[in-house]
């Protein structure tokens, strides 16, 4: 549970907030997650959307909220909380209803959120490798050794979470993503999404009948992979026929619907990374038959 001490908050100003405040980026997954939380919670909140392309998290304004730099983080009545997970987990127990953590499964959820959020690198990996073009990183060296100096403490401490956000974001921004980072990626994934296949053979939802948070987790990773080129139909035959019934509920889809402007830039780098013979499935999965490759 991740509530920053007042210590850690610079932006003071948000001390005296009252509601509940959310700050975001719309194509962020983390925030997908969360957002289509309150969705489905129907609550109010004040989105103070944070863009990430133009590195507004990395402000002293946003540092001074989030010392990670991460989206999302909340404010709510003036007490800070950060990592989606936790925020959730946290706002699940003020808002019991409806029901997305079966009341009698709480560590069990927390265990398998623990276990996307161990993914959420390997999902950027194959973001920045086959979403976007490596030929374009957002972040130049002097936007990470200013991350790296401006960063804040975490309950009055540096933790090594800024450290490994500064870690990947130099690899990218000196090497792009390998095929072997990539692979050790997808396979990380396609291992988790098996789990969720078995799981979806014998039921409707990932724990059983009813939808819960476990579901929103995997299905934005889902989505993302999906934009990515993953081929989820072909691998995960089940987490397919799940996702399109998930997508019928608005409050789901969206928030995960890509802007117009944004599909045609996607289908544009699929196209180019196909004509190479460079997609996700080539590279990653090269004996897999992806003739259904779903969009
Ligand atoms: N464990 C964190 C991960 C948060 C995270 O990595 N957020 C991404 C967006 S999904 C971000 O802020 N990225 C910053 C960047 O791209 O530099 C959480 O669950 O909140």
Redesign the pocket.
Known sequence: MVQLVEADIRTREVLDWKGLHVFH?PL????QKLRIFLNLKDLDWRSHPID?VANA?LTPYYLGINPR????AIVEDGVVH????DIILHLEREHPEPRLVPADRREEVAAMLRHE?DL?LDL?TLTFRFLFDPAHPT?SRQDLDRYAADAGTVQGARDGDVER?VLF?SSYLENGVSDEQARASAARLRDALDGVDTALATSNHVLGDHLSIVDVAWLVYVERLTYAGYPIGDLHPHVAAWRYRLLEQSAIARELELPEALRGMVADRQRALAAADRTLAAVCFPGVNTASVAH
């Open positions: 980026y962020s997954s983390c925030s990430i998290h730099g991460l989206v999302p950060i990592e989606s997970n959020n959420h950027r972040k956000e974001w």
